[in-house]
């Protein structure tokens, strides 16, 4: 749930670039499945995805200010 209705779309593009470019790959067949390739995608897009508004570096590069690799 978002603070205000401006960080909404924010949460719904993080929603939709997990589903789609993570777990419609993954092809989760079953509930337990699906947690755990949505931790797997959560842990990715933040440990390892550039993210080009960070300066291409990941979410954890950028809070820990780790040099790019």
């Known amino acids: 749930m978002c603070e205000t209705v401006y960080e909404n779309a924010n949460a719904e593009r993080l929603n939709g670039t997990i589903k789609n470019d993570y777990l419609i790959h993954y092809g989760p067949q079953n509930y337990n499945q ?3 390739m ?5 842990t990715k897009y933040n ?16 809070e820990q200010g780790l040099p790019t690799t």
Do not use: I
């Not at 440990?47 to 960070?54: D, I, K, T």
């Open 34 to 36: 699906l947690l755990t």
């Open 47 to 62: 440990n390892e995805r550039p993210h080009q508004s960070l300066g291409s570096v990941s979410p954890y590069q950028y």
């Open 38 to 42: 949505t931790d797997k995608a959560v």
